[in-house]
Structure formats: C-alpha cells, structure tokens
C-alpha cells in the first residue's frame, strides 16, 4: 500500500502518454509548440503497462490516461485493451480535448474505457478558435453526444475559467451539461505550462459558484477527489468546482503522475521526479520497481506551492497531463 509521510493514501494514477497535442490552448501550450522527446524517449505501451500493474499491485485503484492529446498516440485503442484486462484496477478513465475522440468512442468503450473527460472552455465557436488555435469546435461537441451515446459512467467536461474570456459563459454551460446529460468540472487557472496566467485572469471558484447559482440551486455534495461537488437541483447532472489556488486540496492529494517519457512525479507543481523509464528499459519489475514508487512518495510534499502566481514545475502541462 502507498502511504505517504504525510498519512495520505495513494490509490490513483495519472499517465502521460504522449507530449504531442493538436490543439495550442492559451494557457497550456506555447502557440510554437513545444520541443518535442524523440520516439526513443517515450514510453512503449508494454513499458507502461509494467508501470501500470507495478502501481496496482501497490494499491493504485483508478488510472486515467492523459497527455499531450491520448489520441494522438498511435494504437491508443490498444493500450486501453492492455491496461483494462489488469485485475484489480477498478477504474480507467481518459482525459482528451475530444476533436478526434467521436469516431473513436465505441472502439474505446469495447476496449475497456470506462470514463471519459472532455476539456472544452467555450461553447462559442470563434472564442474556441482564438483560446484553442483549431476550428474544430464542433467535433468536440461531437465528442460529447458520442460519450453519452456509447454510455460511458459519468462523462465529464472539464472547463478552465479564464476570468474576461469565458467567465460570462458559467450560465450557459450550465444548461448546456442539463441538456445533454453530463457533468460539469470547472477548473481555476493555474499558474503552469506558460506565462499566460496573471491574476487578472484568474477567477476564484467560489466567486464563479455564486453566478452559477444565480441561474439554478445547488445542492452539496460529498467531496469527489479533488472536486467540491453539487448536485443540480431538479437534474442528474452535476457540477464540481476544482480550486487549487483559492482551495488547495494538497491535504485529500491521492495521486501520482507518469510523465510519457517515464518519470514519476509526486506532484503537479514542484520539480521532484523519479525515472523509470531507465530500469524498466532494463528488465526492473516486481519489488524493485515498487520500491521506486516509495521513493517518489518520500518526495511527495505537503502542498503546492504556485509562489504567488510563477510556476515552479520544471516541465510544461501537456508533458505532466494535468
Ligand atoms: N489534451 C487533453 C485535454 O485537453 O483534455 C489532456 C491533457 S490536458 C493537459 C488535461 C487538462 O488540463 C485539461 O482539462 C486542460 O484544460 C487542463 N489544463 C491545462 N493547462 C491548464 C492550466 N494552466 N490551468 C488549469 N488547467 C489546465
Ligand atoms: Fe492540448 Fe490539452 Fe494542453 Fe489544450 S489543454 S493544448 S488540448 S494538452
């Protein structure tokens, strides 16, 4: 089991599978891309499912998949299939800006994905292309009718708000998660990936849970991880408000990340790392890899620090996953 020194009990995983992404948004991506690893460099499918049973063998019971773009890497659907035949593992889920998921969502489902998270700011075309650097809006709305067809548990859209950009659309995403049967994640800003954030950009989720409530009743919820949730009174769906500055949920931090390029990382912000890229390359498996995941839970920390809005994390979002 994987306990940290703070008490704090490590049962989810998150995965980078891939640096590269097709989108360009603001606050994540430099608009010039961003060096990209070497093919060598990156994880192979079978190195990550090493890492993958290593974790659940300690205790990891939820692993989401995320990226860069997850539908980006080549054969994606094949990993989900590795990944979904491990016992114990209760939960795999992804993340992804939805423009290529649509197609893919049954082949997905069969595979064995069991959520899905689809990021999506705007629910205006125009400002997606401005914040996103692609014109293809509707495709992730697509995405988010063909998570609700294949009938994914609990299909989730994630919204970064960015105060002065899409902070007047809390209303309209509202009604727009009633509408198709999903629930809503809004996610403060984070001083991470870039210098796009400033505090005239950021919106504390309370401030953005108040105008909510201006347009429907909110009923709360338990916490759910990381997110303070509510219950949309007179509808099934949900909405979660996600506040690691305003909020930080450092405390109830059950996670840990791996990089697509193999290192494991206690925390989002921070520089701390630790690489199993190198031994699993080298036949490490079985007690020994696991005692790397103990190294990386000694260097877990109390909390974030985002030192009053400048990123400390050495490594850019799209390579951590969020
Ligand atoms: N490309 C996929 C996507 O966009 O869903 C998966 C990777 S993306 C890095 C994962 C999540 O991190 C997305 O929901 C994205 O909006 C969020 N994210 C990226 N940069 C962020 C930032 N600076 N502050 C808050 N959330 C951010
Ligand atoms: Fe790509 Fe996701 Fe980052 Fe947007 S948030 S640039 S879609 S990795």
Known sequence: MLIDTHGRKITYLRVSVTDRCNLRCRYCMPREGVPLRGHRDMLSFEEIETIVRAAVELGVRKVRLTGGEPLLRKDFPKLVVKLASLQRLDD???????????????????????????????????????????????????????????????????????????????????????????????????????????PDRALAGDELRKRVEREV???????????T??????????????????????????????????????????????????????????????RLFYEALRLKGQGHRFNGGRQESNRLMAEIGG
Request: hydrophobic residues 40%.
């Open 92 to 198: 795999l889920a992804m993340t992804t800006n939805g423009v290529l998921f649509a197609p893919l969502a049954g082949k997905l489902k069969q595979a064995g994905l069991k959520r899905v998270n689809i990021s999506l700011d705007t629910l205006k075309p125009e400002r997606f292309r401005e914040m996103s650097g692609s014109g293809d809006w509707a495709g992730v709305i697509e995405a988010v009718e063909a998570a609700v067809k294949h009938r994914y548990q609990r299909v989730k859209l994630n919204v970064v708000v960015i105060a002065g950009y899409n902070d007047d659309e809390a209303g309209d995403f509202v009604r727009f998660a009633m509408e198709k049967g999903v629930h809503l994640r809004f996610i403060e800003l984070m001083p991470l990936g870039n210098d796009f954030w400033s």
């Open 229 to 290: 949730e509510y219950q949309i009174k007179g509808s099934p769906s949900t909405v979660g408000f996600i506040n690691p500055l305003s909020q930080p949920f450092c405390r109830t931090c059950n996670r840990l990340r791996l990089t697509a390029d193999g290192f494991l990382r206690p925390c989002l912000a921070g520089q701390s790392e630790i690489n199993l890229r190198e031994p699993v390359r080298h036949g490490m498996s079985g007690p020994a890899l696991r």
């Open 217 to 227: 009743s909110l009923s709360p919820l338990p916490q759910d991880g990381v997110a």
